[in-house]
């Protein structure tokens, strides 16, 4: 459960960014039934309803017409595929790099027709669930990409839970009082080594320009969230200490790596070591086969094999659409690249 834990305060972090002009949105990747909405939904609920808008989709040109406020709030959509349409996707894209959606219309009046500007006011940030490998390119760079574990032991843990006649119950009150604490709190974030860190990450790829801004971000939602605990400066903002960093860096540090693929997860590295294991006694492997041995359905094992092709590390040598992948080895796995300078080696400097 380790990995779920660790999913969860990342995006109950991600949801204190709603406070500065740049949220951190997400998107919650997995497996149909891999628990992305219950886990989705078990954050949510250490927040006030106010605190977001939660979806099941949304079409064309909702974000236009709709009158509900997203300053500072986050939008939850909970499946991917439920953003219909192009146009939604762009005013989306719109809301999250520009913090506002400015969308002209014609109106038919009595005088003929007339121009209209909507502005819908930001900032805002995105919550999505989905079962796909990888978003729109455009959407993906925008977003960080938290994948639900997968893996028989995480299923067997789900199991034990569900069986689990007596669950404990947690007294949100505490945590909804924390955020309407912080609401009213200071959002003005300072952060000393920023430049520190600047000099300490490889430029190995344009993304990091993205990502870096998110990982500051992170940072000061992070102080934001611990600010009784934080001095200030002389003009009233908050100082993120080097704890803050440490704890992002904790949570992210695997995802940004992944990101600009510096580094591999650990489930396609051990998908592409089993093909190859597999592959050495033949030229090729069936799913079913490839799934019997990682100990996974299908399913599973298909969106593993799917993630590794659209990197290039495995091939799919069907040719033919809906029929099982029939995967052998793509590029060589890239080595363990470090992004993230350790906290200590900020310390330094």
């Not at 949801?15 to 886990?39: F, I, M, N, W």
């Not at 094999?305 to 890239?334: C, H, M, W, Y």
């Amino acid at each position: 459960m380790a990995a779920e834990q660790l999913i969860g305060k990342l995006l109950y972090l991600t949801l204190v960014t709603r406070h500065l002009q740049r949220p951190v949105s997400a998107a919650v990747k997995g497996p149909s039934s891999g628990g992305k909405s219950y886990l989705t939904e078990c954050v949510l609920s250490f927040y006030p309803e106010s605190t977001y808008y939660a979806l099941s989709a949304l079409s064309d040109r909702a974000l236009a017409y709709s009158e509900e406020p997203l300053q500072h709030r986050f939008l939850v959509i909970y499946e991917a595929a439920g953003l219909q349409g192009d146009f939604a996707t762009y005013l989306l894209r719109s809301l999250l790099s520009e913090g506002k959606v400015r969308y002209e219309t014609v109106e038919k009046t009595k005088s003929g027709l007339k121009p209209e500007l909507i502005e819908r006011e930001g900032p805002t940030g995105l919550l999505v669930t989905t079962t796909a490998t990888r978003l729109h390119p455009e959407n993906e760079t925008r977003l960080l990409s938290l994948t639900v574990t997968d893996t028989p032991d995480q299923t067997h843990s789900v199991l034990l839970a569900l069986a689990e006649e007596q669950t404990a119950t947690v007294d949100r009150t505490r945590w909804h009082a924390l955020q309407t604490w912080i609401e009213g709190g200071e959002h003005r974030v300072t952060i000393p080594y920023a430049k520190i860190l600047a000099e300490k990450i490889p430029p190995v790829a344009v993304r990091l320009r993205r990502d870096f801004g998110a990982l500051l971000n992170l940072i000061r939602g992070h102080a934001i969230l611990h600010q009784a605990t934080r001095e200030k400066d002389g003009a009233g903002r908050i100082i993120a200490s080097l704890d803050d960093y440490a704890v992002v860096r904790e949570l992210v540090h695997d995802l940004v790596a992944e990101g600009i693929e510096a580094t591999v997860s650990s489930t396609v590295r051990a998908t592409v070591a089993e093909v190859k294991k597999l592959t050495s006694a033949t030229t090729e492997v069936s799913l079913a086969r490839l799934a019997q041995a990682l100990k996974l359905d299908k399913a599973a094992t298909s969106r593993r094999v799917k993630s590794a092709i659209d990197r290039g590390f495995l091939q799919n040598l069907e040719t033919k659409k809906g029929l099982p992948a029939r995967p052998v080895l793509g590029d060589p796995l890239p080595e363990e690249r470090p992004i993230l300078p350790l906290p200590e080696e900020v310390l330094q400097c």
